[in-house]
């Protein structure tokens, strides 16, 4: 060592650190031979934690604030020095920074597709992606557990690891949900407090915690997608008579734009358009089974007749005894009845049902 790295290590009494690379979680401060004077001044910001390591020891760890670095604040470093009777020498000791920050916009992602069981779909696959926020929670176990003596710690150090506890516990909670694929969109926010609850106790033997983790996406494998599509289209499409008719209009519309066919390829689309249209609706190659044929029509309802005489109201009464009081004369043309739907009492001649009882019987010879 130089006599002026010597004296710079002897008479610069301020520690301190700024950082401006946003990914740095943990630096070492430099300086020659590690001596620190004793009664330094140590400045620790908002964000930070600076960790003392004595002789391989994990000693004193200091919050934001500004300290001089005497016995009254070091307890640890002084039971470690034996400080007991006033030592004012310089002393070998490393000062780690810890960025206690938030550390965001951290991607993860599902490297492989997860089987899962749909209670619909049955087994599928699915992928998933997302963000994810770290902090350091405790210094000290940090230090102890992730960066060792790495004299700059940046994030992409540990990140790939987190990915990967992330996927562990998302596919667990997901296997375990029980929630549809088509309902997933909806609980996206519930599975993310989920997981990052499942993955916080191995957080913490890191020193760290995960204080926001979102889902942004959860997919299908694309087969999967195409023939949901397609099932969501022939819902959209509703009568299978209008989709077919749809469809070949469509083909007729791809033939005669195309500029090889011209006219023939109109005609060609046009006949394969209502072939096909033909064979769908007759269960040929085309389509699926021939539609069942449509239920008879319900059996028209027949109607019963009230009769009023001298004030008085009888019946119900069905036709076919309507044209038995016809023929045995406790009925004529001129009696008043009523139906459901008939507006009033009207006479029984005037009632088409009822007219064609009275003309049965053969009427009384010219000049009776």
Known sequence: MGIFDFLTGEFIDVIHWTDNTRDTMVWRFQREGHEIKYGAKLTVREGQAAVFVHEGQLADVFTPGLYMLETNN??????????????????KSEIYY?????FS?????????IMVRDPEFGPTRLRAFGTYTVKVSDPAVFLREIVGTDGEFTMDE???QIRNIIVQEFSRVIAQSGIPVLDMAANTADLGKLIASAISATMTQYGLTIP???????????AVEEALDKRTSMGLAGDLGKFTQYSAAEAMTSAASNP?????AAGLGAGMGMAMAGQMAQGGPWGAAPAAAPPPPPPPVEHVWHI???GDVTGPFSKAAMGRMVTDGTLGRESMVWTQGQDGWIA?????????????MPPPPPGA
């Open 98 to 102: 810890v960025n206690t920050t938030r």
């Open 308 to 310: 009023a005489v001298a």
């Open 260 to 264: 090889a066919g011209g006219g023939m």
């Open 74 to 91: 070091m307890p640890i470093m002084t039971t470690l020095q034996h400080w007991d009777h006033g030592f004012k020498s310089p002393f």
């Open 212 to 222: 926001e983790l979102y889902i942004e996406n959860i997919s299908l494998p694309p």
């Open 105 to 113: 916009n951290l991607k993860w992602g599902t490297k492989n597709p």
């Open 158 to 160: 540990i990140s790939y």
């Open 348 to 360: 029984a001649g005037d009632v088409m049902e009822l007219a064609q009882l009275f003309t049965i």
